[in-house]
């Protein structure tokens, strides 16, 4: 079994920053794919960010790029999300995510474990 631990949401003004992270027990994810989603309400869950821990390839949904960056640490079993000029449209949970394969997807179907989400809000 995995567990997966978000944290770092709260509230934030437009233009601010929050910086997200996801611990993961049980397994190590030295060679596993994460990725991070949200969902806002009303909304379908979308995807924000991927990356493969094997190679460091990332990517990322088209309205967060140039703003999110994702990032790993495997040594402590660690993706992180940091996010820069945040928007009220980036208001939502955000989920993380891991594959039990290393390829990185946008596919939340692809995704074996989920955390429980940590709630951005971002404010006018």
């Known amino acids: 079994q995995v567990q997966l631990v978000e944290s770092g949401g709260g509230l934030v003004q437009a233009g601010g920053s929050l910086r997200l992270s996801c611990v993961a027990s049980?397994?190590?994810?030295?060679?596993?794919?994460m990725g991070w989603f949200r969902q806002a309400p009303g909304k379908e869950r979308e995807f924000v960010a991927t990356i493969n821990w094997a190679g460091g390839n990332t990517d990322y949904a088209d309205a967060v790029k140039g703003r999110f960056t994702i990032s790993r640490d495997n040594t402590k079993n660690t993706v992180n999300l940091e996010m820069n000029s945040l928007r009220p449209e980036d208001t939502a949970v955000y989920y993380c995510?891991?594959?039990?394969?290393?390829?990185?997807?946008?596919?939340?179907?692809?995704?074996?474990?989920w955390g429980q989400g940590t709630q951005v809000a971002v404010s006018s």
């Open positions: 995510a891991a594959r039990g394969s290393a390829l990185k997807s946008s596919v939340p179907q692809r995704y074996a474990w």
């Open positions: 049980g397994r190590t994810f030295n060679n596993y794919a």
